[in-house]
């Protein structure tokens, strides 16, 4: 778990991480640089629970840097990923540790999620099983915060790949990576994991993230050997960019919805 500025939801989503049903693993923190208490919140946890590992980067470097921090101290032979405002469900790590125990095909499982705020629920995505390489021209076909990966697929790939043009983007980048090296994925229909977003999701669209996702698809189309005209595909984000927020608000809100 990369770690900022989220003292008032970590300790719920730590909570989260205690009640599951699967105990076998350990809980690495790399705080990155918070301005509130977020690394108190996690020391004091670390004093109660034996297993977490806690890190602090000397300033904020942005989540590909934190999340290698995490791998380079990582021991398990899988790796799970959770962001500090969210919720796992108890029963995630048994199901995708059960899953890539028995699928030595696939070396990422990830599910799809519920999206709440303080309101409760209002949008939940959908799983279609196996990711198709294909499936990487409309955008990233594979929840990140919910995954559990091998650890050999991320060290053969070199982890993330430190870049400012990929902040916001380095998951799409990795999956890229990971897929042109020839490792697969599966996405559980079943939701495992809820994620805390913003209904008003405009307040969370800037163009930078938006040119970033350009650039990731042009390169990773290449990585994957896509033909020259897929690149059309790529100027998705910068179009949905330019859409105007009362608009995009809509077709975000009914995004994977059921």
Request: hydrophobic content about 35%; aromatic content about 14%; overall charge negative.
């Amino acid at each position: 778990m990369g770690i900022y500025n989220c003292e008032h939801t970590l300790q719920e989503a730590l909570d989260s991480l205690y009640a599951q049903t699967f105990q076998d693993f350990e809980i690495i923190l790399c705080d990155d640089g918070s301005v509130d208490n977020t690394y108190e919140v996690a020391r004091l946890n670390q004093e109660t629970h034996p297993n977490i590992v806690l890190l602090k980067n000397s300033c904020n470097k942005g989540l590909n840097q934190t999340l290698n921090n995490c791998l380079s101290v990582a021991n398990g032979n899988y790796i799970a990923r959770m962001d500090g405002d969210d919720l796992s469900y108890p029963e995630r790590f048994e199901i995708e540790y059960r899953f890539l125990e028995e699928h030595p095909e696939y070396a990422i499982v990830s599910s799809p999620m519920e999206y709440f705020d303080e309101n409760g629920i209002f949008m939940v995505g959908k799983g279609h099983g196996e990711v198709k390489s294909e499936d990487f021209l409309y955008g990233s076909p594979i929840c990140h915060a919910p995954c559990m990966v091998r650890k050999d697929a991320y060290l053969s790939v070199g982890g993330y790949t430190v870049d400012k043009g990929l902040l916001r983007v380095e998951d799409y980048h990795l999956w890229f990576k990971m897929y042109a090296a020839g490792y697969k994925a599966y996405m559980l229909e079943q939701p495992y994991y809820k994620m805390r977003d913003d209904r008003n999701a405009k307040s969370r669209r800037n163009w930078t993230g938006k040119k970033n996702q350009y650039r990731v698809k042009r390169q990773g189309f290449k990585m994957l050997g896509f033909p020259w005209y897929y690149q059309v595909y790529a100027f998705k984000p910068l179009l949905v960019g330019l859409l105007p927020s009362w608009l995009y608000d809509i077709l975000h809100k009914n995004r994977n919805k059921f």
